[in-house]
């Protein structure tokens, strides 16, 4: 590449939010797009560590309805991205009964109370003491990071990988472009900040990248196809896979994202799931760890999303701060976070049961940063 070049839009980072955000420019007809990403390849880090887990609960409401349409999306996927990896409807299950977490899970149509011997059925596992369990039939798995280079390649974006972005250029509040590693530089009045854990570094944004852990066990007589499981009292989730079965403490400890390298893993974590295991599933404590990582998910203080133009420099947008939804959300994130610059044809279709897309854009919008500030501060 020579010291200076220009694209009609330039996407910061190759992961789930960057792939989605090219394959929606895409889609409304633009074709001159540069994604820039620092490491080697697409979904290195949070977007290519997570568990595959497509699913529509989640603490804040305004990400449970963007995650609805999310599912949506990636259902009807398959009918113009050819060969796109498979999505598996295996539902999944909500587990609790301390909180109230799990009655805010329900909703008529959508989920169903199911008594013990179903989940045994389902799960070959028995409920905690206590538990009660909801299924969501609509949810299920992708492969993340299979999703990213299709989406990527069917975008016709041209990629440039082991590359870093020093700073957004801008010519009367305007962006003019993007200053890369070597001095050199892209022409460009577009800018969407895809990066994740590193979006805070082009301009102030309260998020924080925090460190997620998964465990491979080799489990017996588990199915790859059935339903994940969310222990929301034990703070924990499970899905079957190929080789045993797929743990999470759900732990979140703060990072500081390092380029080129994965989080560390941290062998008290492991302790405390061992100790969840023998409390709340002992059926699975005496399992055999095969393989254990670390992944990265990106928060904001209200967990929701930073998604859309950016008022303080004109040409900016943003599709960041996924935490932990990227892989449900991220196709709906990115056609909301465009919605501003491409007007309101988005293919998000209708959601009776939820808020309208102004609704939407306004709790996931950028507006409520002196908001988040505050909380942040706190």
């Known amino acids: 590449m020579s010291n200076e070049r220009s694209a009609e839009f330039v996407i910061i980072g190759a992961g789930l939010a960057g792939a989605a955000i090219a394959d929606r420019l895409a889609q409304a007809g633009h074709r001159d797009l540069l994604i820039i990403e620092q490491e080697d390849q697409p979904a290195q880090h949070g977007s290519g560590q997570n568990a595959g887990m497509l699913r529509q609960h989640a603490s804040n409401p305004y990400t449970s309805a963007l995650a609805r349409r999310g599912l949506d999306l990636h259902r009807t996927l398959h009918q113009r991205v050819e060969n796109i990896t498979p999505f598996h409807p295996t539902g999944s299950l909500l587990v609790g009964g301390r909180g109230p977490e799990l009655s805010a899970g329900y909703r008529a149509g959508t989920t169903q109370r199911i008594n013990e011997d179903v989940f045994r059925r389902k799960t070959k596992l028995n409920l905690p003491n206590g538990a009660r369990a909801l299924f969501?039939?609509?949810?299920?798995?992708?492969?993340?990071?299979?999703?990213?280079?299709?989406?990527?390649?069917?975008?016709?974006?041209?990629?440039?990988?082991?590359?870093?972005?020093?700073?957004?250029?801008?010519?009367?509040?305007?962006?003019?472009?993007?200053?890369?590693?070597?001095?050199?530089?892209?022409?460009?009045?577009?800018?969407?900040?895809?990066?994740g854990a590193w979006s805070r570094e082009f301009l102030d944004l309260p998020l924080q990248a925090f460190r997620r852990h998964l465990y491979l066990f080799d489990v017996d007589n588990q199915r790859p196809d059935m339903p994940w499981t969310w222990d929301l009292d034990g703070e924990l989730y499970f899905r079957g896979h190929d080789a045993g079965l797929l743990?999470?403490?759900?732990?979140?400890?703060?990072?500081?994202?390092?380029?080129?390298?994965?989080?560390?893993?941290?062998?008290?974590?492991?302790?405390?799931?061992?100790?969840?295991?023998?409390?709340?599933?002992?059926?699975?404590?005496?399992?055999?760890?095969?393989?254990?990582?670390?992944?990265?998910?990106?928060?904001?203080?209200?967990?929701?999303?930073?998604?859309?133009?950016?008022?303080?420099?004109?040409?900016?947008?943003?599709?960041?701060?996924?935490?932990?939804?990227?892989?449900?959300?991220?196709?709906?994130?990115?056609?909301?976070?465009?919605?501003?610059?491409?007007?309101?044809?988005?293919?998000?279709?209708?959601?009776?049961?939820?808020?309208?897309?102004?609704?939407?854009?306004?709790?996931?919008?950028?507006?409520?940063?002196?908001?988040?500030?505050?909380?942040?501060?706190?």
């Open 136 to 195: 969501c039939a609509g949810d299920g798995l992708r492969d993340a990071q299979s999703l990213c280079h299709q989406l990527i390649n069917g975008s016709g974006a041209t990629l440039q990988f082991s590359c870093r972005v020093e700073g957004i250029e801008t010519s009367n509040g305007q962006v003019s472009g993007v200053k890369l590693e070597h001095g050199q530089r892209v022409r460009t009045d577009h800018v969407i900040v895809c990066g």
């Open 247 to 378: 743990v999470s403490a759900c732990d979140e400890t703060p990072d500081q994202a390092t380029r080129g390298n994965q989080p560390g893993e941290d062998a008290e974590v492991l302790s405390m799931l061992h100790r969840c295991l023998q409390e709340r599933w002992p059926q699975l404590k005496s399992s055999r760890l095969m393989k254990s990582w670390a992944g990265l998910r990106v928060l904001s203080p209200d967990d929701a999303f930073i998604l859309g133009p950016d008022p303080r420099l004109d040409g900016l947008a943003w599709c960041t701060g996924l935490g932990g939804h990227g892989l449900t959300c991220a196709l709906s994130a990115a056609a909301l976070a465009l919605r501003p610059w491409l007007g309101d044809g988005t293919g998000l279709g209708e959601d009776p049961r939820g808020p309208d897309l102004d609704t939407l854009q306004q709790a996931h919008g950028i507006d409520r940063l002196p908001f988040l500030k505050e909380i942040w501060d706190a």
